[in-house]
């Protein structure tokens, strides 16, 4: 499993280097991301620990698996796994909108921070 998905790396299509390179080296948001890792007996394309969230991109191919991507997805969420899933074109044609699905995705799970507490003699 850990070959394949090392092949998987090497071998990456568009689309996946393209959302890659806004992903890596915690580029977006802060966030860690991994690539083509192995969870289970499945290989998600991209996943954030951290918050349990998946990315798989999609392409042509997917029209002719979908039973197995819903098998896929359900397992994944048994382990407590948000599947986000986005089409090869779209990333490669309107990246700009595909992170900001995800932006608004992570702020609705992250928690909001504390508002600061009033100084003395403020608020009463």
Request: hydrophobic fraction near 35%.
């Amino acid at each position: 499993m850990r070959e394949r998905a090392r092949a998987l790396r090497r071998e990456m299509t568009d689309a996946e280097g393209c959302l890659w390179r806004q992903l890596r080296g915690h580029r977006f948001m802060g966030l860690k991301f991994k690539r083509q890792k192995p969870l289970g007996r499945y290989i998600v394309d991209f996943a954030c620990l951290e918050i349990g969230l998946i990315i798989e991109l999609d392409g042509g191919q997917h029209t002719g698996q979908v039973a197995y991507d819903q098998r896929r997805d359900l397992w994944l969420q048994e382990q407590g796994f948000t599947v986000l899933r986005c089409w090869n074109h779209e990333v490669l044609q309107q990246m700009d909108a595909v992170l900001e699905q995800l932006r608004l995705w992570v702020e609705q799970k992250q928690p909001s921070p504390p508002a600061p507490l009033p100084q003395a003699g403020e608020g009463s």
